[in-house]
């Protein structure tokens, strides 16, 4: 009887947990992520053969004429927003010299697939390079039940690797 | 034993009486719930009930509305919609607190978000205030050299002709945007827009399932149907358990 009680309860709890929430804001990940070096503030406008790209990273339009991004030497960083089931996650990506340098979840806000914030999920995005195909030249592991999220994830950080690639700071000439 | 046998026959009435009761309520619970179950398959969440189905209590009156005047045209909020004019151009759950027309575009801010759009409604760019400025803005301004400026606490900031950096500037140099009342043609018009589009059939399963849809006293209904029902799987096992001695 005791043993079933305390399956109940266990279960009860782990029903009621919830992964929604800011886990950072997009200010403090820039802050940490150019500590020693403020970056610049700069725009890259959308032509139609970057937003052709984009809607094949993304599979779907990329709803936007322009994407913020933060510079400085052969580094970049990007604040990007990907529905995984239903709403859309915050993620921020930093790319350095045409590698991945830190993926990590911002904001979540759907009620299932929450496990994606774990540094165990992003950290394998590290040093991930983008193919000619627009693929990831490394593998990434799901995590079940989170599927979608995952997906969300990949696609944000194939599109940060494709937009590094379009600004002045890819060839690290830029200061 | 007759005493014991009286007992176990109001129990069983009353299960009866709860279980007669509570059936055509559990109906209604289950077939919405399965309904909602499978609302995304559906599309129950893409397509809107008429109107007059709206049944959510709310109404929605010109009052409703917060607009302010953007060059040539009208930027206005109704609940969680923005439109210009009378097109729906982004959905926002955060309040709208201002709109200005600036380099050719439409500047929009609620108190989470920077949107900037093109004049045909086509989003440019969605930015996150936290990413710009130290704190939600309150207000929005114009500087004499036609800059966009937030209010900030009681602080005012302007931003260069790109909108990627900002500067702190003296109060008296923003003119402050100030919300006014559009034309008659546009309330109308999007009081129409968004009574067409303003309960989705999910949402109406959802208020039909919680009971919201008798109004407050309809969830209290719902919850005693949930008591009764927990009652029943009591007094039910009760009356099996007393069978078997």
């Known amino acids: 009887m005791k043993r079933w009680f305390t399956l109940g309860l266990l279960l009860l709890s782990a029903a009621s947990l919830s992964a929604k929430g800011v886990y950072q804001t997009p200010e403090a990940f820039i802050q940490a992520g150019f500590q020693s070096e403020p970056p610049t503030q700069n725009v890259i406008w959308l032509n139609q053969p970057l937003k052709k790209t984009m809607a094949d990273i993304l599979g779907h339009t990329y709803s936007g004429l322009r994407v913020r991004y933060w510079g ?37 806000r759907e009620s299932r697939g929450g496990e994606i914030r774990h540094p165990s999920f992003t950290d394998q995005f590290i040093n991930a390079k983008l193919k000619n195909d627009h693929a990831l030249d490394k593998p990434i592991d799901g995590i079940s039940g989170a599927t979608l999220s995952v997906r969300a994830v990949k696609k944000i950080a194939k599109l940060a690797l494709f937009l590094h690639q379009q600004t002045p700071f890819s060839d690290g000439k830029t200061q | 034993m007759a005493k014991r046998s009286k007992k176990r026959h109001s129990l069983h009435q009353w299960h009866r009486y709860l279980g007669l009761f509570a059936g055509l309520f559990t109906l209604w619970i289950t077939l919405s719930g399965i309904a909602l179950n499978h609302s995304a398959e559906l599309a129950f969440d893409q397509q809107y009930a008429p109107s007059n189905w709206s049944l959510t209590g709310d109404s929605i009156t010109a009052s409703s509305i917060t607009a302010y005047k953007s060059g040539d045209q009208w930027v ?170």
């Open chain 1, 72 to 108: 400085k030497g052969n580094r970049t960083a990007w604040v990007l927003n990907e529905i995984g089931k239903e709403k859309p996650i915050t993620i921020g990506v930093i790319v350095r010299a045409g590698q991945l340098e830190q993926v990590a979840i911002l904001t979540f």
């Open chain 2, 76 to 245: 206005s909020q109704l609940n969680d919609r923005i439109y210009l004019d009378t097109q729906e151009i982004t959905v926002s759950n955060t309040l709208l607190i201002g709109a200005t027309n600036l380099q050719q575009m439409q500047v929009v801010a609620t108190t989470d978000s920077l949107w900037l759009f093109d004049h045909s409604g086509q989003l440019i760019e969605q930015i996150d205030w936290s990413l710009m400025l130290p704190a939600k803005p309150i207000r929005l301004g114009v500087t004499q050299e036609k800059r966009l400026a937030m209010q900030v606490a009681h602080n005012w900031y302007s931003t260069d002709e790109s909108m990627l950096t900002w500067q702190p500037i003296p109060q008296q140099n923003a003119h402050i945007v100030q919300p006014a009342q559009p034309p008659e043609f546009i309330i109308q018009k999007l009081l129409d827009a968004y009574n067409g589009k303003s309960t989705t059939y999910e949402q109406l399963l959802l208020n039909l399932h919680t009971g919201r849809i008798l109004g407050e006293y309809g969830v209290y209904l719902i919850d005693l149907i949930a008591l009764i029902l927990a009652t029943l799987a009591l007094s039910g096992f009760t009356v099996w358990l007393r069978r078997r001695q």
